[in-house]
């Protein structure tokens, strides 16, 4: 995850806190897993690369943005310092249902 960071955004990443664990089920044909982390300490510089142009945004302007249906969902728990896992399940581009779990840390 440390490396994937850099290469796509030219960001070293230190002390990585893992939040929680989303599934979509059958998402566009796929079974995808997505870890979700935060990092609030980093050196280096933003690249544009072949993900596209990245730039800083404003955390109050975040759930602003063109997101998936999912994402204004889970993206509160990560202010809230809540850990989870998710399920999300689209038919298309249109999200059908979702659950969720909350963890206590110390179960993990």
């Given at each position: 995850?440390?490396?994937?960071?850099?290469?796509?955004?030219?960001?070293?990443?230190r002390?990585?806190?893992l939040?929680?664990?989303?599934?979509?089920?059958?998402?566009?044909?796929?079974?995808?897993?997505?870890?979700?982390?935060?990092?609030?300490?980093?050196?280096?510089?933003?690249?544009?690369?072949?993900?596209?142009?990245?730039?800083?945004i404003?955390?109050?302007?975040?759930?602003?943005?063109?997101?998936?249906?999912?994402?204004?969902?889970?993206?509160?728990?990560?202010?809230?310092?809540?850990?989870?896992?998710?399920?999300?399940?689209?038919?298309?581009?249109?999200m059908?249902?979702?659950e969720?779990?909350?963890?206590?840390?110390?179960?993990?």
């Open positions: 995850m440390i490396r994937e960071v850099y290469e796509e955004s030219g960001l070293f990443i002390d990585p806190k939040c929680g664990l989303l599934m979509f089920p059958k998402f566009k044909g796929n079974d995808w897993y997505v870890f979700v982390f935060i990092a609030n300490e980093f050196t280096g510089e933003l690249i544009d690369s072949p993900e596209g142009h990245l730039e800083w404003p955390d109050e302007n975040v759930l602003d943005l063109n997101l998936w249906e999912s994402d204004h969902i889970f993206m509160p728990w990560i202010q809230e310092g809540k850990f989870f896992s998710a399920k999300f399940e689209y038919e298309g581009d249109k059908m249902s979702h969720v779990t909350f963890h206590n840390w110390q179960e993990v």
